[in-house]
T-cell receptor
Framework: AQRVTQPEKLLSVFKGAPVELKCNYS??????LFWYVQYSRQRLQLLLR??SRESIKGFTADLNKGETSFHLKKPFAQEEDSAMYYC???????????FGSGTRLSIRP | DVKVTQSSRYLVKRTGEKVFLECVQD?????MFWYRQDPGLGLRLIYF???????EKGDIPEGYSVSREKKERFSLILESASTNQTSMYLC??????????FGSGTQLSVL
């Protein structure tokens, strides 16, 4: 069955430190992967998707099909990065989308 | 900007009541989704719809049904509300294979 796993419920790092939020998926087909972010009192919104291979707010994520991973990285954390982050997998021709359990990122000053 | 509007921000219902959660999108999106968001469990897909009158079960459809009579509107129905359905409910829409746009959510409390 398709599944998205985010092993860390909470990640706390100091401002300026590197950040890596882990995401692993299980899907036998060709995956389409996303990172969504929810800032305090705001709606969930797309951060980035693997197809576009872009960097948003300094974050990048590389799809590793061998390890079935799509980890989110940022070299230097900023306080405004504190939020809830969700990894998501789209599959099937009708684009069914499932999410992981989320990681709360807390940046300490 | 895409607007996904959920009719209620907060809702309090009693056990056994029939509950309707409404969602409307204004961008002619084919796909619409209902998720519930619980701490530690993330977003879990309840149902999604890829066209008018078309629906597919998600991971946790038990106790829920949906209706999509018009393209812009997707309703989630709790036939007989129970306390374990107390949760934040999120509606989302997307065009095919594109990003999701979310509503602001409905916090449902079942007493």
């Amino acid at each position: 069955a398709q599944r998205v796993t985010q092993p860390e419920k909470l990640l706390s790092v100091f401002k300026g430190a590197p950040v890596e939020l882990k995401c692993n998926y299980s899907y036998s087909g060709s995956p389409e992967l996303f990172w969504y972010v929810q800032y305090s009192r705001q709606r969930l919104q797309l951060l980035l998707r693997h197809i576009s291979r872009e960097s948003i707010k300094g974050f990048t994520a590389d799809l590793n099909k061998g390890e079935t991973s799509f980890h989110l990285k940022k070299p230097f954390a900023q306080e405004e990065d504190s939020a809830m982050y969700y990894c998501a997998l789209a599959y099937s021709s009708a684009s069914k989308i499932i999410f992981g359990s989320g990681t709360r990122l807390s940046i300490r000053p | 900007d895409v607007k996904v509007t959920q009719s209620s921000r907060y809702l309090v219902k009693r056990t056994g009541e029939k509950v309707f959660l409404e969602c409307v999108q204004d961008m002619d999106h084919e796909n619409m989704f209902w998720y519930r968001q619980d701490p530690g469990l993330g977003l879990r897909l309840i149902y999604f719809s890829y066209d008018v009158k078309m629906k597919e079960k998600g991971d946790i459809p038990e106790g829920y049904s949906v209706s999509r009579e018009k393209k812009e509107r997707f309703s989630l129905i709790l036939e007989s509300a129970s306390t374990n359905q107390t949760s934040m409910y999120l509606c989302a829409s997307s065009s095919l294979s594109e990003k999701l746009f979310f509503g602001s959510g409905t916090q449902l409390s079942v007493l």
